[in-house]
């Protein structure tokens, strides 16, 4: 199963959204990668499979974080939403999505120095980690209403969202279709221009019996979000101008999976937000919530404190 995850997420490194560059993750045994390749694919291919490494936390122990901060609550669905929580159960709310593939693990180093005066909440977003369902759920107003169901029962509105890759999208639908739940948007390295998605042939053949039976769940739900992504921003697009709360945007040049071309999509369509910052990290690539931990707390920061500013503007009435 390894060699063939591997052998996949090379094949799909160019175009993917978020942890889609699946052979950054998945690249072992290798002798029985040549043995599978050899017997269904050209050897040329093989070439592929070098990558870099996706950036591990630094936290220690994280499993005991996890067990102490793991929560959930049952949607209206039926399914459950697995979250971590830390902070400060009444400062201001901050909901962290990730990408895809991906878990809340994947932001444990925030969860472990939560700012004084915040409370800061990951999720397993819906079809990841401890999140039902088993299947993907391809639609974003169907995930940001997970999202939302959970806000209301945290009493968590409105919430500063932070989403990086393809949780940009999710926390973009999430502020168009619940406003009054949102209070601002932290989008790192976010798809949200449809015309960037180009999903290669070889992500169709894996979403087709019997190679999505042969991928374990996370793989397989990833790649089924990728392919169903550029309908789903389309179908955003007219949404996005209606978005009124402040939107801070980082996004790095060198980002060779979510191509800083979404940075102008983003400025010609957040054109109702109360403020748009734009972020450029010169030579920096996907990973920004590994890589630039420090600018992504900052503007977690500047988004508070904001929000505090138009509030208390609004209640003087001014």
């Excluded at 990668?33 to 040329?44: D, E, I, K, P, Q």
Aim: aromatic content about 6%.
């Amino acid at each position: 199963m390894g060699p063939l995850l591997a052998f996949w997420g090379a094949l799909t490194q160019k175009r993917s959204t978020g942890f889609r560059s699946i052979g950054y993750m998945l690249r072992q045994h290798t002798s029985l990668l040549l043995r599978l390749v050899r017997r269904s694919l050209a050897l040329g291919a093989m070439a592929l499979t070098a990558g870099c490494s996706v950036p591990e936390p630094t936290t220690t122990n994280p499993a005991l974080h996890d067990a102490q901060m793991r929560h959930s609550i049952t949607l209206g669905s039926g399914e459950v939403l697995s979250y971590l929580d830390a902070g400060d159960e009444r400062g201001q709310p901050v909901i962290f999505v990730h990408g895809t593939p991906g878990d809340a693990m994947g932001w444990i180093d925030y969860l472990t120095a939560v700012p004084n005066g915040m409370r800061f909440i990951a999720i397993d977003r819906p079809g990841f980690g401890k999140s039902g369902p088993d299947d993907a759920v391809t639609s974003l107003a169907v995930q940001a209403d997970a999202i939302a169901q959970l806000a209301s029962a945290l009493k968590l509105e409105p919430a500063i969202l932070v989403g990086h890759s393809l949780g940009g999208p999710v926390v973009a639908r999430f502020a168009a279709d619940h406003p009054r739940k949102t209070a601002a948007l932290v989008i790192l390295a976010g798809s949200l221009d449809p015309s960037q998605e180009d999903v290669p042939w070889i992500q169709n053949l894996g979403d087709t019996w019997p190679i999505a039976s042969m991928l374990p769940r996370t793989i397989r739900n990833a790649n089924r979000e990728i392919i169903a992504l550029e309908a789903e921003l389309r179908q955003m697009e007219p949404l996005l101008g209606t978005i009124s709360v402040p939107v801070f945007v980082l996004h790095g040049t060198a980002d060779d999976l979510v191509p800083y071309a979404n940075v102008a999509y983003m400025r010609s369509h957040f054109t109702g937000a109360a403020k748009l910052s734009v972020l450029q990290l010169h030579d920096q690539n996907h990973f920004l919530p590994w890589k630039e931990r420090r600018r992504v707390n900052e503007t977690i920061r500047a988004a508070a404190d904001l929000v505090g500013a138009l509030k208390t503007k609004t209640s003087n009435g001014k």
